[in-house]
């Protein structure tokens, strides 16, 4: 695609309830990020994929939190039994490879509130 | 751990003015420095991408500088316009992530 999407840009749900945050990224991507940015904070790392697989999961808050890709493309985060302080707005993000060079392309972030 | 802070936190300038924001970072042992552009509600746009081995990169009204050794990093904005208007984040890739700092809130009053 032309750039990084997310979806839903928006979800509210209820405290207890699970919810499931999609990324597809930039065609051709290898690399795929999840951060995690609240209000009046900076962006805190969640989970890196390369291909498939995740070598790093050390940003993941609790066990709640898990992600998962296949087939190297989209990706989905889900938050299990969401608590009040998991609300926040969830970027994605994708880049070519894996070198010093790579820009990070991102996506517009699902804004998350959980009531 | 690395840690980045931005300075300062927000800044509020007429149009036309040059102006500067500044990045630091605590450990020097990084891959390079990325500076972003967020608008409201909207995600992160790549500004300007910094090697460990480059001293500064350009493009159009924007130069970022960095100086690995003393861990600092400066963008500076050349003729600043309304549209500029946006949080600007310093982010420096170690591993296997970027680290973000704060971020600085900037406007361009017309």
């Known amino acids: 695609g032309a750039g990084v999407s997310q979806s839903p840009s928006n979800k509210v749900t209820e405290k207890g309830k699970d919810v499931e945050l999609r990324c597809d990224p930039i065609?051709?991507?290898?690399?795929l990020y999840w951060y995690r940015q609240s209000l009046g904070q900076g962006l805190e790392f969640l989970i890196y994929f390369q291909g498939n697989s995740a070598p790093d999961k050390s940003g993941l808050p609790s066990d709640r939190f898990s992600a998962e890709r296949t087939g190297g493309s989209v990706s989905t985060l889900t938050i299990q039994r969401t608590q009040q302080e998991d609300s926040a707005v969830y970027l994605c993000?994708?880049?070519?490879?894996?070198?010093?060079?790579?820009?990070?392309?991102f996506g517009s972030g699902t804004q998350l509130s959980v009531l | 751990k690395q840690e980045v802070t931005q300075i300062p936190a927000a800044l509020s300038v007429p149009e036309g003015e040059n102006l500067v924001l500044n990045c630091s970072f605590t450990?020097?042992?990084?891959?390079?420095l990325q500076w972003f552009r967020q608008d409201p509600g909207k995600g992160l746009t790549s500004l300007l991408l910094i090697q460990s081995s480059q001293r500064e990169q350009t493009s159009g009204r924007l130069n970022a500088s960095l100086d690995k050794s003393s861990g600092r990093s400066t963008l500076y904005i050349a003729a600043s316009q309304p549209g500029d208007s946006a949080t600007y984040l310093c982010?420096?890739?170690?591993?296997?992530?970027?680290?973000f700092g704060a971020g600085t809130i900037l406007r361009v009053k017309s």
């Open positions: 993000a994708s880049s070519l490879g894996w070198t010093e060079v790579e820009k990070l392309f």
């Open positions: 065609s051709g991507h290898t690399a």
């Open positions: 982010a420096v890739k170690g591993g296997n992530k970027l680290v």
């Open positions: 450990d020097s042992a990084i891959y390079n």
